[in-house]
């Protein structure tokens, strides 16, 4: 028996990167997978990757999972995805919350004065705001069942300087989200998690790695580690111990005894980013 087996789990986008990697994890643990994301033609983004790709792989691994095309600043098109839901199944146990938009600025190395301002509405409303009005839809469903998981895929530059001033302040708001959502659900069987990946081996790093000669690639971890992180605290009974928490993915990896892909572990959360 799998261990997430009956379960129903939301991942947002999930077309590639740490978002796929929950997908499959949580695919293969049993759970029917509902994954978001922009992408449903190759092209049509500049990595590759799309929202049925991703279902396909799940699907050829013996698991359960649906496509579902969305732009996570649509709010009725979110509204539409958890309606879906509860017409297909009547429940939700899980939501991840990983849909970022990325600007191409992100690792540029210049100052915020010299970026676009547009940097702040895509990083905060597709990553800080998106995983809000997810929360809320997936607490109306969580609550009247006393139990669920909500996932936030967060980053160590919630306390220190990562990159980009906007990316910072979001991955920040993000985990105070986490804490006071965790506060409310608490005495609702409801538990709000922040994971921490380390440096994490996508198709976007694979892609720029000669351009960031200051990272150290060894110890990175796969797309799919913090999955099997989330996945774990799904399983978990006690899940609530971890609740209103910011948690490095390595940090569960050995509460859990889980490793990487391959059997290994990696580093764990990234620090003195260049």
């Known amino acids: 028996m799998k261990p997430l087996a009956g379960r129903i789990a939301i991942v947002t986008g999930g077309s590639r990167g740490i978002g796929k990697g929950c997908a499959l994890e949580l695919g293969l643990a049993g759970a029917k997978v509902y994954v978001t994301g922009r992408t449903v033609e190759e092209g049509q983004a500049p990595l590759p990757g799309t929202v049925g790709a991703t ?10 999972a649906v496509a579902v095309p969305c732009d996570h600043r649509d709010d009725a098109a979110v509204e539409r995805l958890f309606a879906r839901v509860d017409e297909e199944c009547g429940r939700l146990d899980v939501l991840v919350n990983n849909a970022f938009l ?19 509405d895509d990083m905060i409303d597709v990553g800080t705001r998106s995983a809000y009005v997810a929360s809320v839809h997936a607490a109306q469903r969580m609550v009247p069942a006393g139990a669920g998981l909500i996932a936030n895929v967060s980053s160590s530059g919630a306390q220190e300087y990562a990159w980009h001033v906007v990316y910072g302040v979001g991955k920040c708001a993000l985990d105070r989200i986490t804490a006071d959502t965790a506060h409310e659900l608490r005495d ?8 921490w990946p380390g440096l994490v081996l996508t198709e976007r790093t694979r892609g720029a790695a000669k351009q960031l000669p200051g990272l150290n690639f060894e110890g990175a971890e796969s797309q799919r580690f913090t999955g099997r992180a989330i996945a774990h605290l799904a399983a978990d009974p006690k899940v609530v111990r971890w609740s209103g ?8 990896a050995d509460a859990y005894g889980f490793t990487d892909v391959g059997g290994g572990l990696p580093d764990g959360p990234l620090h003195d980013r260049p």
């Open 188 to 195: 609702h069987g409801v538990a709000v998690v922040s994971l």
């Open 55 to 64: 279902v396909a792989e799940i699907t050829e691994a013996g698991g359960e």
């Open 245 to 252: 928490q910011a948690v490095a993915s390595r940090t569960l």
């Open 102 to 120: 990325i600007p191409k600025e992100l690792t540029s190395g210049r100052p915020f004065w010299e970026l676009p301002l547009s940097n702040w």
